[in-house]
């Protein structure tokens, strides 16, 4: 199933192209709709940041919080707001987009290599990606961009549900100086294949530690028994329930602080797509990202879903066809692409939920308490020159 708005991502190197561990270099820009992406700031940085360099520290993290630090008129003031905004410079949103379109590529291009990967999987890829990005960069428009990660723990390492899985803290800086915060707050589901019943980490997994590396035999030769793996239009995301404790949670949790929810949809790079496991030799993937992460608002999925019995999982056809606007057949199939989400939304305060103050009650609910459903902070800041 191929959507208007797809995304080319390629790889500096065939190496990289194979693994998808290197950092992915857009030099045909986004297709579509998207403006062309300039390769100066993302080639020499792929160039002089190299993955997986010695002595980098491997987050160990499950939930993400993310921060963006930008300069927008609809941010709301933390101290003193200036007479006049300027727009966010062209090149920090291409920077942007170019990072989140890459790592869609990746924990969509994971999904295709291991069709039955766990979600915490997916979320520690996602995770690990902007871990490239630690060092601070410094763009021709002379703002400064700065990635940081920190381990909280949450919810669901205890078993119990989590609001969110991945924390989206929007900041801005002018000469080092904080201006605006928001956040956004997104629950991960992945996609499941047709043949595939639901299979998440469970509280024993954490109790048991290493011993359940050692699979008994009747469970490896399930595991390594010949099986195809199938995603199509009617794949479900398992893990998602109408009705059930988490979807009544999240419900509530948006009423109480009028913080909104966005589910973060992971899909392979394009639908249908299948794949043989054990792999017997290397098969080429879709160069392009298809379909990949799509955002949806909780509030509008569950609207899409009126009338749906309880304990219901919506398929990808679901998303497809029951979402009302801005979601459609010929627009935003099946939600918003995750680099749209964060560009075009996100960052412009179209989505989203904007702090009032340091002490505002829902970020303290969020991200001060340490039975908070969160857990783990990553911080993107954006620093305007002064």
């Not at 723990?153 to 915060?181: K, T």
């Not at 989400?341 to 308490?369: H, M, S, W």
Request: charged residues 25%; hydrophobic residues 35%; glycine residues 6%.
């Amino acid at each position: 199933m191929a959507t208007h708005d797809s995304v080319r991502v390629e790889f500096e190197s065939p190496n990289d192209a194979r693994t998808g561990l290197g950092l992915p270099v857009c030099d045909k820009g986004v297709e579509g709709r998207h403006p062309a992406v300039p390769s100066h700031p993302f080639k020499s940085f792929a160039r002089t940041r190299p993955a997986g360099a010695p002595g980098e520290p491997q987050p160990n993290k499950h939930m993400l919080l993310f921060a963006v630090s930008v300069w927008s008129a609809r941010f709301c003031a933390v101290s003193a707001m200036p007479s006049q905004m300027p727009d966010l410079p062209l090149d920090v949103k291409d920077w942007i987009r170019y990072v989140f379109a890459s790592c869609n590529h990746r924990t969509s291009r994971k999904m295709a290599r291991v069709p039955t990967v766990h979600e915490t999987s997916l979320d520690l890829t996602f995770i690990e990606h902007f871990s490239q990005f630690a060092s601070p960069v410094r763009l021709p428009s002379a703002w400064t961009i700065r990635l940081d990660t920190h381990y909280l723990g949450g919810g669901r390492h205890f078993g119990q549900w989590e609001i969110a899985d991945i924390g989206l803290l929007v900041l801005f800086r002018r000469g080092g100086q904080l201006i605006r915060s928001k956040i956004g707050l997104l629950q991960s589901k992945r996609l499941y294949p047709v043949e595939q019943h639901f299979n998440e980490d469970q509280p024993l997994d954490y109790f048991r530690g290493f011993g359940r590396l050692l699979e008994e035999d009747p469970t490896f030769a399930q595991v390594v028994d010949p099986r195809r793996f199938s995603f199509t239009e009617a794949s479900t995301y398992r893990g998602l329930q109408v009705g059930d404790n988490q979807y009544r949670a999240i419900s509530d949790y948006e009423k109480k602080f009028s913080i909104p929810v966005h589910y973060l949809f992971y899909n392979p790079l394009t639908i249908p797509f299948s794949s043989v496991i054990p792999i017997v030799e290397p098969s080429e993937l879709p160069a392009d990202c298809e379909v990949g992460s799509r955002v949806v608002p909780a509030s509008i999925l569950r609207e899409g879903l009126k009338g749906k019995r309880t304990g219901y999982r919506p398929a990808f056809s679901d998303l497809t066809s029951l979402l009302p606007a801005p979601f459609g057949r010929t627009s935003h199939q099946a939600g918003w692409r995750f680099e749209d989400f964060v560009t075009d939304l996100l960052i412009e305060c179209k989505e989203g939920y904007v702090a009032t103050r340091r002490d505002d009650p829902g970020l303290d609910q969020v991200f001060n308490r340490r039975t908070g459903p969160i857990s783990a902070a990553m911080s993107i800041t954006f620093d305007a020159p002064p």
